[in-house]
């Protein structure tokens, strides 16, 4: 038995959860809910596509590949155990590790409205070097009514450590020029192209140049505008939201975006723990992060 049909025979759900070989490169589970669809990598756990009433609402990469040792530029990427670059080691991934690594299937569900898929990461002694911490770390993606993440880390270790993460949402948007976010007004932001000066947000976000910013406060409610969509994004577990664009510059030193006028065509808004919103996780502690996006 071939691990595609393993984990169909363990955990398919007919046409609701449905797992297969990606032309990317590794398994995926594609999701079917009420008409909608979505695709989850076992690598990362990331969710490569979603599909709402025939409208892909997702960003990815053509570059995009699985299981390469390198993030999937796209999708939603799990940013674990980190957010960033490693606060001390300028050689470790940036946004941790978890994002380049496969994980376990260890549930699926289905009903009427709604599939469902949970997978988990478990981190092992011999990765102490790149992180020296014991903890499980679980991400649930449910279709049906918007698509909805829940990231639960579980401290299972005998010392506290300091969690940073993010639902790092690459949203596909027409063109930048029409996108508008509104949520962020009144709310501090740390501009990381302003050597991380402390600015307010004033009105509704607009993008004319890169954007890289961290907001910290009440950002769990957020409506992302683009011309006539709108796309919810609520939060809980979080107060600390990151709205990044690379524009022009930052997109040819990364390379991997493909068109040199992609960027017109993604917009990220990611729901975190960042910066000052990061949390201390005792032992035995647990912490859930959840996004939900929903077309209003
Ligand atoms: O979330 C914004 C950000 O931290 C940007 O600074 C940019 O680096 C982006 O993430 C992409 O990071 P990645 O490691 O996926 O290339």
Redesign the pocket.
């Known amino acids: 038995m071939t691990d595609v049909e393993r984990l169909n025979h363990d955990f398919g759900r007919s046409d609701a959860v449905a797992f297969a070989a990606s032309p990317l490169g590794g398994p995926v589970a594609h999701l079917e809910a009420g008409g909608d669809r979505a695709t989850v990598a076992l690598y990362g756990a990331q969710v490569l596509n979603w599909e709402h009433r025939g409208a892909e609402q997702l960003w990815l990469s053509p570059h995009a590949r699985l299981g390469t040792g390198k993030?999937v530029?796209g999708g939603i990427?799990v940013c674990w155990p980190w957010f960033?670059p490693h606060d001390d080691d300028a050689a470790k991934p940036?946004?941790g590790f978890v994002r380049v690594r496969d994980w376990r299937v260890d549930a699926t569900a289905s009903g009427d409205d709604h599939a469902s898929i949970t997978l988990s990461f478990a981190t092992r002694p011999e990765m102490a070097s790149v992180w020296p911490h014991d903890a499980q770390v679980a991400l649930t993606v449910r279709l049906g009514d918007g698509l909805s993440l829940r990231l639960e880390t579980a401290n299972t270790g005998r010392d506290p450590f300091v969690l940073g993460e993010a639902l790092?949402t690459y949203f596909a948007v027409t063109d930048i020029g029409e996108v508008e976010i509104t949520g962020l007004d009144g709310i501090d932001y740390i501009d990381?192209l302003d050597d991380n000066a402390r600015k307010r947000q004033v009105g509704p976000v607009t993008v004319g140049e890169e954007v890289?910013r961290i907001y910290v406060g009440e950002t769990g409610n957020i409506l992302l505008r683009d011309g006539a969509r709108r796309l919810g994004i609520t939060s809980a577990g979080s107060r600390s939201a990151?709205v990044?664009n690379p524009w022009i510059a930052k997109s040819r030193r990364?390379g991997d975006m493909g068109a040199p006028d992609a960027f017109r065509h993604m917009m990220?808004i990611?729901t975190a723990n960042a910066g000052s919103d990061r949390i201390l996780l005792k032992p035995g502690e647990r912490h859930v992060l959840e996004a939900r996006y929903r077309i209003a």
């Open positions: 993030g530029r990427p960033g940036a946004h790092h990381k890289d990151v990044w990364l990220c990611e």
